[in-house]
C-alpha cells in the first residue's frame, strides 16, 4: 500500500526528468515568468514529460490518504493520554500558491488566519527577492 502513496510522486519526478532531457535536447524550452514557469515544447518528448506530470500529480491527489489508518484496539488499550490531550481537537492549516497568489485553508479560523499570515509573508518575501534578481 506504501507504493501505492509514492507512485504519484515517482510520476512526477519522471516527468521532471523527461523534461530536461526535452530541454537539452532542444525540443523544450522553460521560461520563469515572475514566479511561474512557463514550458514550450515542440517535440514528442516534451509532450510526454508534461503528460507525465500532469497524471503523476492526478495520481498524486487521488491515492494520497485524506487520513491515517487507526491502530487496533490493543494498542488503544496499552496508550494511556491525559483526558485534555484526548479530548482536544487536531488544528491544520496550508498555504498553496497559485502563480504568486497565496490561497490559505484551515480547520478553524485561527488556524486560516494564521496561514494568511504565513501566505502574506511568503508572498513579500517572493516579491522582495524578485525585484532584487531583476535589479541585479
Same mark, same amino acid.
Given at each position: 500500500?506504501?507504493?501505492?502513496? &509514492? @507512485?504519484?510522486?515517482?510520476?512526477? !519526478?519522471?516527468?521532471? !526528468? ?9 525540443? $523544450?524550452? %522553460? ?14 518528448? $516534451?509532450?510526454?514529460?508534461? !503528460? @507525465? ?10 491515492? *494520497?490518504?485524506?487520513?491515517? %489508518? ?5 494498542? &488503544? ?14 488544528? *491544520?492549516?496550508?498555504?498553496?500558491? /497559485?502563480?504568486?497568489?497565496?490561497? %490559505? ?21 517572493? &516579491?522582495?527577492?524578485?525585484? /532584487?534578481?531583476? &535589479?541585479?
Amino acid at each position: 500500500m506504501r507504493f501505492l502513496r &509514492l @507512485l504519484g510522486p515517482a510520476i512526477v !519526478l519522471v516527468g521532471l !526528468l523527461v523534461l530536461a532531457v526535452a530541454v537539452q535536447r532542444g525540443e $523544450a524550452s %522553460v521560461y520563469l515568468v515572475i514566479v511561474v514557469p512557463i514550458v514550450a515544447g515542440s517535440g514528442p518528448i $516534451a509532450f510526454l514529460a508534461i !503528460l @507525465l506530470v500532469f497524471v503523476g500529480f492526478f495520481i498524486t491527489f487521488l491515492l *494520497w490518504p485524506s487520513r491515517q %489508518v487507526a491502530p487496533s484496539d490493543q494498542a &488503544l488499550e496499552s496508550v494511556q493520554l491525559p483526558t485534555d490531550m484526548a479530548k482536544a481537537p487536531r488544528r *491544520w492549516g496550508g498555504v498553496v500558491f /497559485l502563480g504568486p497568489i497565496p490561497l %490559505v485553508f484551515g480547520s478553524d479560523p485561527r488556524m486560516t488566519r494564521a496561514m494568511l499570515l504565513v501566505g502574506v509573508i511568503l508572498f513579500l518575501a517572493l &516579491l522582495a527577492l524578485t525585484i /532584487l534578481a531583476v &535589479l541585479r
